[in-house]
């Protein structure tokens, strides 16, 4: 592997193996040091606010690699103040087939992928060669443990936010043989309550992976992603509520879902995006992740950077088009200070890098290090 050190999610584990013997790298060494924050960077000056909430500096680590409170506490110490606790469910939830991680090579010189191309169907060489700037597969199906196992550890991750650190759970609804839409709904509602019970002070929902079956989005039914909306809004009270959207190409589709959600009054922010979804290949042009129903995966890292920005720039827009006031969370191949300040450019209220931290713990250091010197 072409980098400085171990990423705190071993990708040649299993996710299991992660889960109970994570995290590594920086993140372990974080850990080991006694101290609240050890590592962390603070900015001088006044933080910003997030959804009403305080951060030192808006940028952390979204849905997906924090698996459990071990990791968000090391995310912490490592500067990253804003920690999404990894999507939870109403029952426990298998993982997919290890591997989960493969290293993704896209046949652009800049290493992107573009929304609607012809080479997300045609196929993307995926293999281990892990080279950075990088890409990766996120092949996981959206694993969780029961309830009585993640409530109690997630409660233990709020309260080890240090100040102007953030914890935001991240949960979904699970549709099951047999469920109907009213039950689908109920679930998310059930789901959010659990996650209530840890104290939390706001929560993401999960609309962007694959909880309509192999390769269907929640987000791609604005309709039904509002009634779930408005479903969990009265479950939950005046505690904020994010919805993750996956690349969403139609303006009015997207418009559609913020005015389904803002326009409603149950939505008060967006992250996105979570990752671009392509036909993963060999060298031999054969299905690189093993299994049914995996002959495509989501892939993020660098690959997904100008499509994440795409989107937030666009949700901006209709931010100021509908005069609505809510957050936007730019999420997508952000490896670098660089990458931080376009997200912010583009109208990003907060910044989240989920493969570059994976492979750059000091990530947050870096983006704290440079404003700093900005400000003298």
């Not at 592997?1 to 994570?22: C, H, I, K, W």
């Not at 999404?84 to 010189?109: D, E, I, M, Q």
């Not at 990766?136 to 233990?156: A, C, L, T, Y």
């Not at 139609?250 to 992250?271: I, P, Y």
Request: hydrophobic content about 40%; glycine content about 10%.
């Amino acid at each position: 592997m072409s980098q400085g050190f171990a990423p705190f999610y071993d990708v040649n584990r299993t996710y299991e193996d992660n889960y109970l013997q994570g995290p590594f790298g920086a993140f372990a060494e974080a850990l080991k040091n006694d101290s609240a924050q050890p590592a962390r960077l603070q900015l001088s000056g006044q933080g910003e606010d997030v959804l009403g909430f305080h951060v030192n500096l808006p940028f952390g680590i979204p849905a997906g690699p924090l698996l459990n409170e071990r990791f968000t506490t090391a995310a912490f110490r490592m500067g990253f103040d804003l920690a999404v606790y990894k999507t939870v469910r109403s029952r426990a939830w298998g993982c997919n087939a290890f591997p989960n991680v493969l290293a993704v090579h896209p046949k652009r010189a800049d290493g992107s992928l573009v929304p609607g191309s012809a080479e997300l169907d045609e196929g993307v060489l995926a293999d281990t060669r892990f080279e950075l700037p990088i890409s990766i597969s996120n092949s996981f199906g959206v694993p969780s443990r029961d309830p009585d196992e993640w409530q109690p550890d997630m409660e233990k991750a709020i309260a080890a936010a240090g100040e102007d650190q953030l914890l935001v759970p991240s949960f979904q609804g699970s549709r099951v043989e047999g469920m109907d839409r009213k039950a689908y709904i109920a679930d998310h509602v059930t789901t959010a309550h659990l996650v209530t019970e840890t104290g939390a002070g706001l929560m993401e929902m999960n609309t962007s992976c694959p909880n309509e079956g192999h390769n269907r989005l929640l987000c791609h039914d604005p309709h039904l992603v509002g009634e779930i909306t408005e479903a969990v809004k009265n479950e939950i009270g005046d505690r904020p509520l994010i919805v993750k959207l996956a690349y969403i190409p139609d303006d009015a589709d997207l418009e559609t879902m913020v005015a389904e959600t803002v326009g409603h009054g149950t939505v008060q922010g967006f992250s996105t995006i979570n990752t671009i979804s392509a036909r993963l290949v060999d060298a031999n042009g054969n299905q690189a992740l093993p299994g049914a129903g995996r002959e495509r995966s989501g892939v993020c890292g660098n690959a997904i950077r100008g499509a994440g920005l795409d989107m937030v720039g666009r949700l901006s827009a209709i931010r100021e088009k509908l005069g609505l006031d809510f957050a936007i969370v730019g999420v997508g191949g952000v490896v670098s200070p660089d990458d931080y300040r376009a997200y912010r450019k583009a109208g990003a209220n907060a910044v989240m890098s989920a493969t570059g931290a994976m492979w750059n713990a000091n990530l947050a250091h870096e983006i704290k290090d440079e404003i700093k010197v900005t400000r003298r």
